[in-house]
């Protein structure tokens, strides 16, 4: 295992050149950092993905294309040396206006992993400029070069043995020597394609980073000092938790918690490296430790929501006493990629739960031809406008927990149960127009 430390920076943490300049002092703090994972300047993704949709107003695009390169000039003007990025800031912005061009034409996932890359690749420019004009001995790194993945555009699959492989041949020698700065979210495939690995990826990518160069932790700074008992905007007294375990960071990412990506914690998981999540805009206040171990494993630790969610409900009478039908359902999923989220069954009914994890935006679909599909089997029901609550703790299977949770939502109408495949867990359904009060009110009846 190295002796380094790898520090994830997320959007927020590098938006403007003030942000930038906050983690470089964290750096700077901290002589064990030797490996910076930067995300793309905070509303770029956004600008980039809508440029990626396809926009066929010349006139609007070249709005949101002067957006873009609006928010890297400010940080620019600010350098002591701007024309060491000068260039290739410009050449980016002639990338993004072409490949806009083009998705204006017609879009693809391929597309729209080039173009949307760019935030990434231009903001790794700036911040290691800023390093260098601080007097660190920083250098840039393209993670295309070693983070391999398939070519499943728009949510890639790492090459784990070859990712470890291209890490040890071109990265951890760089990081013996200097400050290594280069992007989160982003990939290639082996044909030299960029890829990305799904949105809120820049988390994965870092976890991954960090167990290919067997970092001794990661890092993650974000905009709140750590993880909280649920969202501060949501409940104002919401608490911080100290530490937390690997299995319930787990499920708080997998179920909606803003601070990690759903699969950050996997790679750090494998190798056992410990993670911490805090603010770059007060880092004294501290943060989160999450550990394989910890001291504490209260019932309730914290709730979740994820909004946007699309159910589905089949209904056949042919379900009864019979076999195979969930089976045929799942290979029609599968054959078409779509990922099941929850799912609940009874005698001649199952509903389940999209999975969203592509770049775009809004609620999972079902696609026309699953629709289809499914419809030879039984009849299909999809319902928008739900939201998922989740609560997360330990030995949620003692006795007592459900009259305490289901007595606090007596006045919401919940949609859809889950409970019993993680001790960790309890999820539910209810109408997004109401999620937010119910978490408000579940905060208040268990954790206050």
């Avoid at 034409?105 to 231009?122: I, P």
């Avoid at 400029?129 to 070069?145: P, T």
């Avoid at 982003?186 to 799904?198: C, E, F, H, P, V």
């Avoid at 993650?220 to 409940?235: E, H, L, Q």
């Amino acid at each position: 295992m190295s002796t380094f430390n790898v520090a994830k920076f997320g959007g927020t943490s590098v938006a403007d050149f003030a942000a930038m300049s906050r983690c470089a002092t964290i750096i700077e703090s901290n002589p064990h950092t030797k490996l910076v994972v930067s995300s793309a300047c905070s509303g770029v993704t956004n600008l980039l993905v809508t440029l990626a949709s396809g926009i066929e107003n010349p006139q609007e695009r070249a709005t949101l294309i002067g957006k873009i390169a609006a928010i890297h000039q400010a940080i620019v003007e600010q350098l002591n040396d701007p024309s060491s990025v000068e260039d290739p800031l410009l050449h980016f912005i002639d990338v993004i206006t072409s490949a806009s061009e083009a998705a204006s034409y017609q879009t693809s996932q391929k597309l729209t992993d080039h173009l949307v890359a760019c935030g990434e690749l231009m903001s790794t420019h700036l911040f290691t400029q800023i390093l260098r004009e601080r007097g660190i001995d920083a250098i840039r790194f393209d993670i295309r070069h070693m983070l391999r993945t398939d070519d499943n555009f728009g949510k890639a699959e790492p090459q784990l043995e070859e990712i470890r492989r291209l890490a040890d041949e071109h990265l951890v020698p760089i990081c013996q020597q200097q400050v290594v700065v280069t992007q989160g979210f982003i990939g290639a495939d082996n044909q030299g394609n960029t890829t990305t690995l799904g949105r809120g990826g820049s988390d994965y990518s870092a976890a991954l980073i960090a167990e290919s160069v067997g970092a001794a932790g990661l890092e993650i700074w974000t905009d709140v000092p750590g993880i909280y008992s649920t969202d501060p905007r949501i409940a104002p007294n919401a608490a911080p938790i100290a530490e937390i375990s690997f299995n319930e960071a787990s499920e708080m990412a997998n179920f909606g918690a803003k601070i990690l990506h759903p699969s950050t914690l996997l790679p750090a998981l494998r190798q056992g490296i410990p993670v911490f999540v805090g603010s770059s805009k007060a880092p004294e206040k501290g943060g989160t430790w999450i550990r394989k171990q910890v001291d504490s494993a209260p019932q309730f630790r914290a709730l979740a929501l994820r909004d946007n969610q699309t159910m589905v409900t089949l209904h056949s009478e042919k379900m009864f006493q019979s076999y195979g039908f969930l089976a045929k359902v799942f290979e029609i999923l599968a054959k078409h990629k779509l990922s099941v989220d929850l799912i609940t069954t009874s005698e001649i009914s199952v509903s389940l739960t999209l999975d969203k994890t592509d770049t775009s935006g809004g609620a999972p679909e079902l696609p026309p031809a699953v629709h289809e599909e499914l419809q030879s089997l039984c009849s299909v029901k999809v319902e928008h406008h739900l939201s998922l609550i989740a609560l997360i703790g330990n030995h949620m299977d003692n006795q007592g927990y459900a009259k305490k949770v289901f007595g606090a939502l007596d006045d919401f109408n919940v949609r859809m149960i889950c409970y019993g495949a993680s001790e960790h867990n309890l999820c539910f359904l209810v109408d997004s127009s109401s999620a937010k009060q119910a978490i408000q009110h579940l905060h208040e009846q268990l954790f206050e």
